[in-house]
């Protein structure tokens, strides 16, 4: 099991260095974390709540602005490197890692922010493909590279807009605001109570001093994800549409009240009522999970918990055979309180709440246990709540 106890992640001299072999100029640093959900989950593109929490895992971008308009970006983890130029943007949805950085550039650019040419260097140990929001991650930190190294102020929740936007067009993801909010917005020690209608974001202080958060990966990325969450999303779209005629004032699912989706579901055709069903009683989920935490009743939080995985399980179905083992493993085990399928789905990760005295056996078993129903290995981190996005000025 890895655990961090606050030592910086990545090798930050070491990507100065490579910048300055690179380029032969002295970079400036920017950074920003990937992120797990502790409840809320397709929720956000509905107008709902989310209670995402920035993990210790983190991209770094090192850059220094160039006087005319390329763009050079080097990525250690890929050993590559690409170049682009601010005023012929490219081909968008090429599947490939610069599409993050290029899309962001091109919405800062639509948003009226001046940006100058820059060199990048690349460096993240966030895992690709795990659920674990590297994609956001990658868009924040080379968003907040591209403004301050063009010396333009932007506001926090413009930079995860842009973010999100680069995430619709240059990759083709119809994403939520979740994963760049809580990447450029993330407190240490705390998750973020999103309302993703006003953009709002109240802190939810995490106490794990007795109760660590725990994620692990399955491993496995079924290819259906990308495809399958536009799907989704559509028949949310068509169940607002369908509910509107008898609730005439609502825009989202996140106008319906579970009471009110009690009275109407028999309206609906049989898979759009148990999306929307999913979504309606999520987000009183969320809302009941972030006052559980804040109250400190973590045996409540643990309840919704498991009832979120059924609910994305059963009704959303974006679950996986991978995903279900997971989760019935840890709620078997007596020192789990809670634990979820976090993200987008299909694969990934889920989330535990574990209490500390119980983490050695919760690896032990957990690891035993999915290899032996899956043949996998899973990955097991500790992570405590991070910070969001910001410049490293002490390396
Ligand atoms: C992905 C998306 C988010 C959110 C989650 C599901 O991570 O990027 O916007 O919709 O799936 O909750």
């Known amino acids: 099991m890895e655990h961090r106890e606050g030592r910086p992640l990545i090798d930050r001299v070491r990507l100065a260095r490579t910048f300055y072999q690179r380029y032969g100029r002295e970079p400036r640093l920017f950074r920003a974390p990937g992120r797990v959900n502790l409840i809320g989950e397709h929720t956000d593109y509905n107008d709902g709540f989310v209670l995402p929490m920035a993990i210790d895992r983190e991209t770094v971008i090192a850059g220094a602005a160039r006087d005319d308009r390329r763009v050079r970006v080097y990525s250690l983890n890929a050993d590559e490197a690409v170049e682009f130029d601010?005023?012929?943007?490219?081909?968008?949805?090429?599947?490939?890692?610069?599409?993050y950085v290029e899309g962001v550039a091109q919405s800062l650019l639509g948003r009226g922010v001046r940006l100058k040419g820059a060199d990048l260097a690349v460096l993240s140990d966030v895992p690709v493909g795990a659920g674990l929001s590297s994609s956001a991650a990658l868009e924040v930190s080379a968003g907040l590279a591209f403004v301050s190294l063009s010396d333009q102020q932007l506001d926090r929740v413009t930079l995860a807009l842009a973010g999100q936007q680069a995430e619709h067009v240059y990759v083709g993801t119809m994403c939520g605001i979740m994963d760049q909010f809580v990447a450029a917005l993330g407190r240490?020690?705390?998750?973020?109570?999103?309302?993703?209608?006003?953009?709002?974001?109240?802190?939810?202080?995490?106490?794990?001093?007795?109760?660590?958060?725990?994620?692990?990966?399955?491993?496995?990325?079924?290819?259906?994800?990308?495809?399958?969450?536009?799907?989704?999303?559509?028949?949310?779209?068509?169940?607002?549409?369908?509910?509107?005629?008898?609730?005439?004032?609502?825009?989202?699912?996140r106008d319906v009240s579970v009471?009110?989706?009690?009275?109407?579901?028999e309206r609906l055709p049989e898979t759009i009522r148990?999306?929307?069903?999913?979504?309606?009683?999520?987000?009183?989920r969320t809302l009941s999970a972030a006052r559980a935490l804040q109250d400190g009743d973590l045996k409540e939080m643990g309840r919704l918990m498991y009832a979120s995985h059924r609910s994305l399980r059963d009704?959303?179905?974006?679950?996986?055979?991978?995903?279900?083992v997971l989760v019935e493993i840890a709620e078997s085990l007596g020192g789990v309180v809670g634990a979820r399928m976090t993200g987008g789905g299909f694969g990934g990760c889920t989330v535990n709440l574990v209490r500390r005295e119980a983490l050695g056996e919760f690896e032990q078993v957990v690891s035993r246990e999915y290899t032996r129903a899956t043949h996998l290995n899973p990955t097991i981190y500790v992570s405590e709540a991070g910070g969001g996005a910001k410049e490293i000025k002490d390396s």
């Not at 009471?259 to 109407?264: D, K, L, N, P, V």
């Not at 009704?315 to 279900?324: A, F, K, P, W």
Request: aromatic share 4%.
């Open 188 to 253: 240490e020690g705390h998750a973020l109570l999103i309302d993703c209608r006003s953009l709002e974001a109240t802190l939810v202080p995490l106490d794990t001093s007795e109760t660590a958060i725990v994620v692990c990966d399955t491993n496995v990325k079924h290819e259906l994800s990308s495809s399958e969450y536009n799907a989704r999303r559509a028949e949310c779209e068509r169940g607002v549409e369908m509910l509107r005629e008898m609730m005439p004032g609502i825009r989202a699912l």
């Open 274 to 284: 148990r999306r929307c069903r999913h979504v309606v009683t999520e987000n009183e």
């Open 315 to 324: 009704d959303y179905e974006v679950s996986c055979r991978e995903l279900d």
């Open 259 to 265: 009471a009110e989706f009690a009275q109407h579901e």
């Open 86 to 99: 601010l005023d012929h943007p490219g081909e968008k949805q090429r599947g490939i890692w610069l599409d």
